[in-house]
């Protein structure tokens, strides 16, 4: 149990300067539990969320980190100038995958279609975060995507 890495993949446009940035953090130490068949069989729906990320998060001063990288609800995440060493999970417009694809920066303008159309059609196990829970009493983050 949690032996998986995934990167997460977090969405930024400044509409003003017309730039829309990708910002990856590689994340070791959770566990992935792929599930659609489950899902969809107990809530009949095509759509039922087919993975569960679960991150376990230390605490430090108030703050939350998940492998040693501040974890940061989605405001604070953007107010941050210099995002290397945070990250957010905003089930509007971020999506992870499987495995370790590096820690930087990609111009969504870069691909034809955007990064996560090319991200999906190129690789598996590319999930699109629909929900969010964070715990406190054992703290750690529970995703679900599709």
Not at 70 to 85: C, I, V
Not at 116 to 135: C, P, W
């Amino acid at each position: 149990m949690f032996n998986d890495t995934v990167t997460v993949f977090n969405f930024q446009e400044d509409k003003t300067k017309g730039t829309r940035i990708w910002h990856s953090t590689v994340l070791t130490g959770v566990e992935v539990q792929i599930n659609k068949g489950s899902n969809i069989r107990t809530s009949g729906l095509e759509s039922a969320d087919s993975v569960s990320l679960h991150i376990p998060l230390t605490k430090a001063n108030k703050e939350c980190y998940a492998d040693g990288i501040q974890y940061l609800k989605q405001k604070a995440w953007f107010a941050l100038e210099d995002k290397t060493g945070a990250f957010t999970l905003n089930p509007a417009k971020d999506f992870f995958v499987l495995g370790d694809y590096g820690t930087k920066e990609f111009r969504d303008d870069d691909y034809n279609h955007g990064l996560l159309e090319y991200m999906n059609t190129k690789y598996d196990d590319v999930y699109k975060i629909t929900t969010v829970d964070v715990y406190k009493t054992i703290p750690h983050i529970e995703a679900g995507g599709k």
